[in-house]
């Protein structure tokens, strides 16, 4: 079953400028993970946050975490060509104590153009 | 140069054919997944193995098998059973399946269409 569902499906943006993801969840977790990946190839891991983070950066992204809403959002600011791919995110869900497998959504869409 | 490794990268199977996927890591994770991607979807859990001689179905393990012999290898088997097999598959480790080490390192994926 889909735990996380990433808003929107596609988004297309002008180099330079911020994209915005967001992805909602259903049950408790520990971690919260997005993802990216290159149209036909495999993911690859961008960030993690933990269910008692609230914000994290790395380089230009930036996602923030909010368990009471069940919702995360990531932010690439000073978008380049380069950022054009698939973005998941994956949920770690907590099943009153025991972790189960990441959970992936369907993905955001992300065109970035020139 | 560590990472994981699926071959081969384009598969074709006829009816009533079996095929199998390879999926190998020299990253030394004792955890391993096998995902299913159908166009504009999210990845579905297969089957996954947390250690050796050990794996477990997934969501969707129906008409496929694993075996976990050895910690590097996790390759997968898409039986005659599998009535729709055409799809892109990952293969994927971590260290572990619990907290922050659950973090996944993927193969580049293996296309399966049927002839």
């Known amino acids: 079953s889909q735990q996380g569902e990433e808003d929107p499906q596609a988004l297309s943006i002008q180099e330079g400028e911020n994209a915005t993801m967001n992805c909602s969840y259903k049950t408790s977790i520990n971690n919260l993970q997005w993802y990216r990946q290159n149209s036909g190839r495999g993911l690859v891991h961008l960030i993690l946050?933990?269910?008692?983070?609230r914000e994290k950066h790395s380089g230009r992204l930036r996602v923030t975490l909010d368990t009471s809403k069940k919702s995360s959002s990531l932010l690439i600011t000073a978008s380049r060509a380069a950022d054009t791919a698939s973005y998941f995110c994956a949920t770690g869900p907590n099943y009153g104590g025991s972790q189960g497998n990441l959970i992936f959504g369907k993905g955001t869409k992300l065109s970035v153009k020139p | 140069d560590g990472g994981i490794t699926q071959s081969p990268k384009y598969l074709f199977r006829k009816e009533g054919q079996n095929v199998t996927l390879s999926c190998e890591q020299n990253l030394n994770h004792d955890a391993m997944y096998w995902y299913r991607q159908d166009p504009g979807q999210g990845l579905r859990l297969i089957y996954y193995?947390?250690?050796?001689?050990?794996?477990q179905k997934g969501d969707i393990a129906e008409g496929y098998s694993v075996s976990r012999e050895k910690k590097e290898s996790f390759p997968l088997t898409v039986t005659s059973a599998q009535k729709n097999p055409t799809a892109f598959y990952l293969c994927a480790s971590s260290i572990a399946r619990s907290n922050v080490k659950n973090i996944q390192y993927f193969g580049a994926g293996t296309r399966l269409s049927v002839l």
């Open positions: 946050i933990r269910s008692n983070e």
């Open positions: 193995s947390q250690i050796v001689n050990d794996f």
